[in-house]
Every structure is written in C-alpha cells, then in structure tokens.
C-alpha cells in the first residue's frame, strides 16, 4: 500500500514562498505520473503542476497557467520525494494542497498522460496553504 505524507503548509503573507513536500512518491526503479493539485473553499480540485519522471530522469514538466514562473515541482530521486517550490505567493493561491502519484506506467508514455486526473491512483491527506496579509 502506497502512502503519501505531506508537509510544509502553513500561513505565509502575499510575496511570500513555501515549500511542499510529499514522502513516499513513487521508486527510482518504474516511471510515474505525479502531481500537485489544489482544491479552493467551494471550488473543484485542479490541477497545480506535473511531471514524468523516471528514477534520475525528469522527462518533463507542466504547470498551470495561474502558478507558471512562481512554483517549481521537482523530485528527489534518492529519498523518493515529491516537492512544490511556491514563490511570490498571492491570496488566490490560498487552498487545501494535495500531492499525487500514478502506478508505474509503461515507458513509452509520455507527459500527456499525466494531464489525465484519472492517471492518479495515490493521493496525500492534503496540506493547507494560506496567503494572507
């Protein structure tokens, strides 16, 4: 049983960053679709930002249009951790964060794959992020 844990929320002012964690994601031996995501109070779970990546390799990389050049997700491969680095925080950024992982999936799939919710068959408890001043 796959079990992802998450940390690093918490209250940060507008400007400010944070950075998400999420243990447990995945091995270094199978490729995987993993993500962030994020769900507002009275709104739908959306998509933050992707990524494919394969024991050292990072085969790429999305990120919603809303977050693209403040948050950065990357992985490190030898604690097999799932991270969101979060910039320039705004108030709309204010939500419950979620990471998630696929089952390993075969190697000629390609990032595109991961834009699918239904790729995802593991999900984190969820951690709050507030930006208020």
């Known amino acids: 049983q796959v079990r992802m844990v998450e940390s690093g929320g918490g209250s940060v002012q507008p400007g400010g960053s944070l950075r998400l964690s999420c243990a447990g994601a995945?091995?270094?031996?199978?490729?995987?679709?993993m993500g962030w995501f994020r769900q507002a109070p009275g709104k739908e779970r959306d998509v933050v930002a992707i990524?494919?990546?394969?024991?050292?390799?990072?085969?790429?990389?999305e990120y919603d249009d809303s977050v693209k050049d403040r948050f950065t997700i990357s992985r490190d491969n030898a604690e097999n951790t799932l991270h969101l680095q979060m910039n320039s925080l705004k108030p709309e950024d204010t939500a419950i964060y979620y990471c998630?992982?696929?089952?390993?999936?075969?190697?000629?799939?390609?990032?595109?794959?991961?834009?699918?919710?239904?790729?995802?068959?593991?999900w984190g408890q969820g951690t709050q992020v507030t930006v208020s001043s």
């Open positions: 998630a992982s696929s089952s390993p999936i075969p190697s000629w799939l390609d990032l595109g794959y991961c834009r699918t919710p239904s790729a995802y068959d593991y």
């Open positions: 995945g091995d270094i031996y199978s490729k995987y679709c």
């Open positions: 990524i494919l990546t394969s024991g050292d390799a990072t085969y790429g990389t």
